[in-house]
């Protein structure tokens, strides 16, 4: 189920996945897109990301990545949201609202859309976007 990491573009994304994971995937991104129009798509790291950005910890360790990814994977669709507030991750701070998802530190598994709070990951993408680009200290 998950692409190859060689797609060049969201759409090149797409035509890798299988039905019906190919629309819930292109679903959550027309949703991503909606919601968060200012966090730009960009391939990173073979996933979907929006509002890519560098970073550096204090270590020194520095990379790119987004603010939010959305990935298909062989079990999960996963958003990945990385975004602190009040050193806590944001996907966290909601946790208790996601029972039907897996939510870790910064990333939301879905198994189907069927799972998924449509309202409570808005507002997560929407807080993300606001508080963005921000890790907790490696």
């Known amino acids: 189920m998950a692409p190859s990491t060689e797609a060049q573009s969201p759409e090149e994304?797409?035509?890798l996945?299988?039905?019906p994971r190919r629309s819930e995937?292109?679903?959550l991104?027309?949703?991503i897109r909606a919601t968060v129009p200012d966090l730009a798509p960009v391939m990173?790291?073979?996933m979907i990301g929006y509002g890519p950005y560098r970073f550096r910890y204090?270590?020194?360790r520095e990379g790119d990545t987004a603010v939010v990814a959305l990935a298909s994977q062989k079990r999960y669709i996963s958003v990945y949201v990385h975004a602190v507030v009040d050193g806590q991750y944001v996907p966290e701070r909601h946790k208790e609202h996601l029972p039907k998802a897996s939510v870790g530190k910064s990333c939301i598994r879905f198994?189907?859309?069927s799972d998924v709070d449509w309202?409570?990951?808005g507002d997560i993408l929407r807080e993300a976007a606001h508080h963005g680009g921000a890790y907790a200290k490696e």
Do not use: C, M, N, P
């Open 29 to 31: 991104h027309e949703f």
């Open 25 to 27: 995937v292109q679903q």
């Open 17 to 19: 996945l299988d039905e």
């Open 58 to 60: 204090a270590s020194g």
């Open 44 to 46: 990173i790291s073979g």
């Open 13 to 15: 994304y797409f035509e």
């Open 111 to 113: 198994k189907r859309l």
């Open 119 to 121: 309202d409570v990951l």
